[in-house]
């Protein structure tokens, strides 16, 4: 499985941004996708995820109403809708990937068996 992340650039705080993920797989529809992101000197965070089927969505407390992850079986991609972003946003953001139950272990990176190369969102304020 081969994931690309595209969309980041650089906004100003209060802005929006879409980011996208392209899967290089014939079973994508069998797979959970999740968002993390990592600012630099800081740990990897959770951002958001959701399941195979595209339902049950799940989010980090600091991106709560403000992003939206949604995957699309048909043209093998998931997308996150960034609004309202701030100075905090600001990091790289990876797809991951995932099969298997998607219970509460689709918070842990170690959950998540492949990833992208990342893509950067920088927020200026």
């Known amino acids: 499985v081969q994931l690309q992340a595209s969309g980041g650039g650089l906004v100003q705080a209060g802005g929006s941004l879409r980011l996208s993920c392209a899967a290089s797989v014939r079973t994508f529809g069998a797979f959970n996708m999740g968002w993390f992101r990592q600012a630099p000197g800081k740990e990897r965070d959770f951002v958001a995820a959701?399941?195979?089927?595209?339902?049950?969505?799940s989010y980090g407390d600091s991106v709560k109403g403000r992003f939206t992850i949604s995957k699309d079986n048909g043209n093998d991609a998931a997308y996150l809708q960034m609004t309202s972003l701030k100075s905090e946003d600001t990091a790289v953001y990876y797809c991951v990937a995932a099969r298997g139950p998607f219970g509460t272990n689709r918070y842990s990176p170690d959950y998540y068996e492949h990833w992208g190369q990342g893509t950067l969102v920088t927020v200026s304020s």
């Open positions: 959701i399941s195979w089927r595209g339902s049950d969505p």
